[in-house]
């Protein structure tokens, strides 16, 4: 019996999973990728010897043991990767005061109920909460017991996630009285689901939520290693513009510039709305799906301002919010009342000794304007990115004065950016946003009437990040074994 072809669009951290998996079940695997390197949205780029992170703030899975470690190992040697564990997930600035969101329950607690006794009934409230959490595995293993592990966790946060599924960051902010507070609980994403927060702090306080020394590039590296090694193949600037498709099969893929792909299934892991609209040309929606797309919310496109700064920045904190004294003007509909930095003085491999890389994402849904702007008028387009750019380092100057006349490094991305090195549909920093109205279920990753063809990533599940690429490629590859009567294995 000859090896059957699986075909993978897309190198991001759901294509490689799902290429990791066939391999190891007996497909031929071929992994087409539009960019120059793997990763898609998981990525990082260098200037000038400063690298700027574009994605990973943690990894669930990091610790030893816990939940989601053991199936990182089944994709990469996990082991190889140095994480480090902050005591602060993120600080939080307004006027003269500050607040700590530290990563463990019981201290986040005690510094919440000091710096504002007013919502001390919130507090305990979302304490308890993230406590709960801390119980729940969102993987449940594969054999019987494993699994009855995994149900019986789900069990004991059924009651809490009844309460606040319905909750949004905008709704929890809007029960508090102190103004950090409510600038946490508000800052950017107030339609997102509450329980986001709250499942976050819990892998967190279980030290479960490290961040791997070397980022993105470190571990997808590694990941795409691991793809080669089983005999995998990537093929690089190979634009997929149409899935083949004979007598309800998909057969194979056209790859933009002419030739094609044979394969025996076929498995998108690239843009959601790409592929089920451009590369399958609107065929086999259903009304469910159709309604999906035309009414779920994405997470907003964004422009990063990333600044490589000639001085140690070790006193101040990994990840800081601070409320400006006037909004800034992002585009022409999008303002913001706070900047958030990611200082990397923790990870040394992202600037040469004594110097910092410091990253600021600016959250819009107005990528359309970058995008005709980049297209139609490109010296105004790089006049708006100067801008904005400008008015960053001014802010990063008044809150980091001993710092202001160190920044040697200006770089910024675009929505426009996004989509010309990913295409995610409007330039969306992951896939759909968690809310109320998604909920946690996965959506269909097959097409009725379309065998062969599956679907992993983001786009088919809310709440997106790296530990669903991994399930929803590893999930797939079960899948696709089932399809075609083949025994399904791990490792």
Same mark, same amino acid.
């Given at each position: 019996?000859?090896?059957?072809?699986?075909?993978?669009?897309?190198?991001?951290?759901?294509?490689?999973?799902?290429? =990791?998996?066939?391999?190891?079940?007996?497909?031929? @695997?071929?992994?087409?990728?539009?960019?120059?390197?793997?990763?898609? $949205?998981? %990525?990082?780029?260098?200037?000038?010897?400063?690298?700027?992170?574009?994605?990973?703030?943690?990894?669930? /899975?990091?610790?030893?043991?816990?939940?989601?470690?053991?199936?990182?190992?089944?994709?990469?040697? =996990?082991?190889?990767?140095?994480?480090?564990?902050?005591?602060?997930?993120?600080?939080?600035?307004?006027?003269?005061?500050? =607040? @700590?969101?530290?990563?463990?329950?019981?201290?986040?607690?005690?510094?919440? +109920?000091?710096?504002?006794?007013?919502?001390? /009934?919130?507090?305990?409230?979302?304490?308890?909460?993230?406590?709960?959490?801390?119980?729940?595995? #969102?993987?449940?293993?594969?054999?019987?017991?494993?699994?009855?592990?995994?149900?019986?966790?789900?069990?004991?946060?059924?009651? !809490?996630?009844?309460?606040?599924?319905k909750v949004t960051m905008g709704d929890w902010a809007n029960k508090?009285?102190?103004?950090?507070?409510?600038?946490? &609980? /508000?800052? *950017?994403?107030?339609?997102?689901?509450?329980?986001?927060?709250?499942?976050?702090?819990?892998?967190?306080?279980?030290?479960?939520?490290?961040?791997?020394?070397? *980022? @993105?590039?470190?571990?997808?590296?590694?990941?795409?290693?691991?793809?080669?090694?089983?005999?995998?193949?990537?093929?690089?600037?190979? %634009?997929?513009?149409?899935?083949?498709?004979?007598?309800?099969?998909?057969?194979?893929? !056209?790859?933009? *510039?002419?030739?094609?792909?044979?394969?025996?299934?076929?498995?998108?892991?690239?843009? *959601?709305? !790409? %592929? +089920?609209?451009?590369? $399958?040309?609107?065929?086999?929606?259903?009304?469910?799906?159709?309604?999906?797309?035309? @009414?779920?919310?994405?997470?907003?496109?964004?422009?990063?301002?990333?600044?490589?700064?000639?001085?140690?920045?070790?006193?101040?904190?990994?990840?800081? $919010?601070?409320?400006?004294?006037?909004?800034?003007?992002?585009?022409?509909?999008?303002?913001?009342?706070?900047?958030?930095?990611?200082? &990397?003085?923790?990870?040394?491999?992202?600037?040469?000794?004594?110097?910092?890389?410091?990253?600021?994402?600016?959250?819009?849904?107005?990528?359309?304007?970058?995008?005709?702007?980049?297209? %139609?008028?490109?010296?105004?387009?790089?006049?708006e990115k100067a801008r904005v750019a400008a008015a960053v380092v001014?802010?990063? /100057?008044?809150?980091?004065?001993?710092?202001?006349?160190?920044?040697?490094?200006?770089?910024?991305?675009?929505?426009?950016?996004? =989509?010309?090195?990913?295409?995610?549909?409007?330039?969306?920093?992951?896939?759909?946003?968690?809310?109320?109205?998604?909920?946690?279920?996965?959506?269909?990753?097959?097409?009725?009437?379309?065998?062969?063809?599956?679907?992993?990533?983001?786009?088919?599940?809310?709440?997106?990040?790296?530990?669903?690429? +991994? #399930?929803?490629?590893?999930a797939v590859s079960k899948a696709i074994c089932k399809d075609n009567?083949?025994?399904?294995?791990?490792?």
């Amino acid at each position: 019996m000859s090896q059957k072809k699986a075909i993978v669009i897309g190198a991001g951290i759901a294509g490689l999973c799902a290429g =990791i998996y066939l391999q190891k079940n007996g497909f031929e @695997t071929e992994i087409l990728e539009k960019h120059s390197l793997a990763g898609g $949205l998981a %990525t990082a780029w260098t200037r000038r010897g400063y690298t700027f992170e574009n994605c990973i703030h943690w990894l669930v /899975g990091s610790k030893e043991g816990a939940d989601l470690n053991a199936m990182w190992k089944e994709v990469f040697d =996990i082991g190889k990767i140095d994480f480090f564990d902050d005591e602060v997930y993120q600080v939080v600035e307004k006027g003269g005061e500050r =607040i @700590t969101i530290y990563r463990d329950a019981d201290r986040l607690e005690r510094e919440l +109920l000091e710096k504002a006794p007013e919502d001390g /009934g919130a507090i305990r409230e979302f304490a308890r909460l993230i406590r709960k959490l801390g119980g729940f595995k #969102m993987t449940a293993g594969d054999s019987p017991l494993s699994r009855l592990a995994g149900a019986a966790s789900m069990l004991r946060v059924l009651p !809490a996630l009844a309460k606040y599924r319905k909750v949004t960051m905008g709704d929890w902010a809007n029960k508090h009285k102190n103004p950090l507070l409510r600038s946490f &609980f /508000g800052s *950017g994403l107030e339609e997102m689901s509450f329980l986001a927060i709250a499942f976050s702090l819990a892998w967190m306080t279980n030290r479960n939520a490290g961040y791997p020394i070397g *980022g @993105t590039p470190r571990m997808i590296g590694l990941i795409a290693d691991r793809f080669r090694e089983l005999g995998g193949k990537i093929r690089f600037n190979a %634009t997929v513009e149409r899935i083949l498709v004979e007598n309800g099969r998909a057969t194979g893929v !056209a790859i933009a *510039g002419g030739g094609t792909a044979a394969a025996d299934v076929v498995v998108s892991a690239a843009d *959601g709305h !790409a %592929t +089920l609209f451009d590369m $399958l040309g609107g065929r086999f929606m259903t009304d469910k799906l159709r309604k999906i797309y035309e @009414t779920f919310k994405p997470f907003p496109s964004y422009l990063q301002v990333s600044l490589g700064v000639g001085t140690d920045m070790k006193s101040e904190p990994g990840f800081l $919010l601070r409320a400006l004294d006037a909004p800034l003007e992002i585009d022409p509909e999008t303002r913001t009342d706070s900047l958030s930095y990611r200082i &990397f003085h923790f990870d040394p491999t992202f600037a040469p000794p004594g110097k910092t890389a410091v990253v600021v994402f600016l959250g819009t849904y107005n990528d359309g304007y970058w995008r005709d702007l980049r297209e %139609t008028d490109r010296p105004k387009y790089e006049a708006e990115k100067a801008r904005v750019a400008a008015a960053v380092v001014a802010e990063f /100057g008044k809150r980091f004065p001993a710092a202001k006349d160190k920044v040697e490094e200006t770089d910024l991305a675009t929505p426009a950016t996004v =989509i010309r090195y990913t295409s995610n549909w409007r330039g969306s920093m992951e896939g759909w946003l968690l809310t109320p109205k998604t909920g946690m279920r996965s959506l269909p990753s097959v097409l009725p009437g379309l065998a062969g063809f599956y679907m992993a990533g983001q786009w088919t599940q809310p709440g997106g990040g790296l530990p669903t690429g +991994l #399930m929803s490629g590893r999930a797939v590859s079960k899948a696709i074994c089932k399809d075609n009567k083949m025994p399904w294995r791990p490792a």
